[in-house]
């Protein structure tokens, strides 16, 4: 019988270990700060869409305390979309 945990973090930690935990908050960290800073900077509507998008990285971030979300399929496809989105819309230039 496996332990049934119902904290992401905590899940991650117990089966990648520390380096994959630290990978995790890495990834979510670098885009809070890449799509956080360039939102700040930007004043345009692609301000807002980064800001959007640092938002429900963020949200998406603290609510894994609270439930196992890599275990809902569509809740991590929507993750990884929105992240590719923020990656794409970062690489475009600001308007003027």
Do not use: K, Y
């Not at 603290?62 to 923020?86: E, H, K, S, Y």
Request: net charge positive; hydrophobic share 55%; charged share 15%.
């Amino acid at each position: 019988n496996s332990p049934i945990l119902d904290d992401q973090w905590l899940s991650t930690l117990v089966e990648t270990g520390a380096v994959g935990f630290v990978a995790w908050l890495w990834i979510f960290f670098r885009a809070l700060r890449r799509f956080g800073g360039a939102a700040r900077r930007d004043l345009s509507d692609r301000g807002w869409l980064l800001a959007a998008i640092a938002g429900s990285t963020a949200a998406f971030m603290i609510g894994m305390i609270t439930f196992d979300a890599f275990t809902f399929t569509q809740v991590t496809l929507v993750l990884f979309i929105t992240l590719a989105l923020g990656q794409a819309t970062w690489r475009l230039e600001p308007a003027r």
